[in-house]
């Protein structure tokens, strides 16, 4: 069955700090993996897009890592803003069949930075 | 450049009474539209998309519908709206999204409720 798992479920952290989110899948066959934010009441931006071959892409204070062999990427972000608060969500894509859809969510983690 | 546009922002609507959410895009051409809801700490989950014209695929059995009279437009629609329709409604458009360079881009959503 395709799936995206996302962990932590939710998470605080202090400004300035780090963090590191965590998603794992089960999509076949793979096409890519995408890293969204979304904030409160607002549509989903894409972060990183990575391919099967890429290990890791960088997006400012993003960084995603992708191992294709274990089937799971993260997100880590560097010295956190208040502004970085948001749901992460983890989106897989896999190579299209017909009348299949691609898209495969995560339900995303949930992050508050607090002052 | 490309937009996409989404109404209305709120919307609350009684049992029973029939809905209509419409989304366009501005910029590009031949677009694959979808329309995604957002339950309440769920994740995001796929309505139905169009590759074209009056092609529309669905993927969930449910009480709404979706229509494209238009390349750029794409309109959700219910007869008779029931409370578990309440959620957060995302409408989005891509150029593919097997290429590494291709994205999948968000409205604003509308988050509808049902009382």
Same mark, same amino acid.
């Given at each position: 069955?395709?799936?995206?798992?996302?962990?932590?479920?939710?998470? @605080?952290?202090?400004?300035?700090?780090?963090?590191?989110?965590?998603?794992?899948?089960?999509? #076949?066959?793979? #096409?890519?993996?995408?890293?969204? /934010?979304?904030?409160? &009441?607002?549509?989903?931006? $894409?972060?990183? @897009?990575?391919?099967?071959?890429?290990?890791?892409? $960088?997006?400012?204070?993003?960084?995603?890592?992708?191992?294709?062999?274990? /089937?799971?990427?993260?997100?880590?972000?560097?010295?956190?803003?208040?502004?970085? $608060?948001?749901?992460? @969500?983890?989106?897989?894509?896999? @190579?299209?069949?017909?009348?299949?859809?691609?898209?495969?969510? &995560?339900? &995303?983690?949930?992050? $508050?930075?607090?002052? | 450049?490309?937009?996409?546009?989404?109404? +209305?922002?709120?919307?609350?609507?009684?049992?029973?009474? +029939?809905?209509?959410?419409?989304?366009?895009?501005?910029?590009?051409?031949?677009?694959?539209?979808?329309? !995604?809801?957002?339950?309440?700490?769920? =994740?995001?989950?796929?309505?139905? !998309?169009?590759?074209?014209? =009056?092609?529309?695929?669905?993927?969930?059995?449910?009480?709404?519908?979706?229509?494209?009279?238009?390349?750029?437009? %794409?309109?959700?629609?219910?007869?008779?709206?029931?409370?578990?329709?309440?959620? %957060?409604?995302?409408?989005?458009?891509?150029? =593919?999204?097997?290429?590494?360079?291709?994205?999948? %881009? %968000?409205?604003?959503?509308?988050?509808?409720?049902?009382?």
């Amino acid at each position: 069955k395709n799936q995206v798992e996302q962990s932590p479920q939710s998470l @605080i952290i202090l400004e300035g700090k780090n963090c590191t989110l965590q998603c794992n899948y089960t999509v #076949s066959p793979f #096409s890519n993996l995408r890293w969204y /934010k979304q904030d409160t &009441g607002r549509g989903p931006v $894409s972060l990183t @897009i990575m391919t099967f071959s890429e290990n890791t892409k $960088s997006n400012g204070r993003y960084t995603a890592t992708l191992d294709a062999d274990t /089937k799971q990427s993260s997100l880590h972000i560097t010295a956190s803003q208040l502004s970085d $608060s948001a749901s992460y @969500i983890c989106v897989v894509t896999k @190579i299209r069949n017909s009348g299949n859809t691609p898209l495969v969510f &995560g339900k &995303g983690t949930r992050l $508050s930075v607090i002052a | 450049s490309q937009t996409i546009h989404q109404w +209305p922002a709120t919307l609350v609507q009684p049992v029973g009474s +029939p809905l209509s959410l419409e989304c366009t895009v501005e910029g590009t051409s031949n677009p694959n539209l979808y329309w !995604y809801r957002q339950a309440a700490g769920r =994740g995001l989950q796929l309505l139905f !998309y169009s590759v074209g014209i =009056g092609q529309i695929s669905s993927e969930v059995p449910q009480n709404l519908s979706a229509s494209r009279p238009q390349d750029r437009q %794409f309109i959700l629609s219910s007869k008779k709206l029931l409370l578990s329709d309440s959620g %957060f409604y995302l409408c989005a458009w891509s150029v =593919g999204l097997t290429q590494s360079n291709e994205k999948l %881009f %968000f409205g604003s959503g509308t988050q509808l409720s049902v009382l």
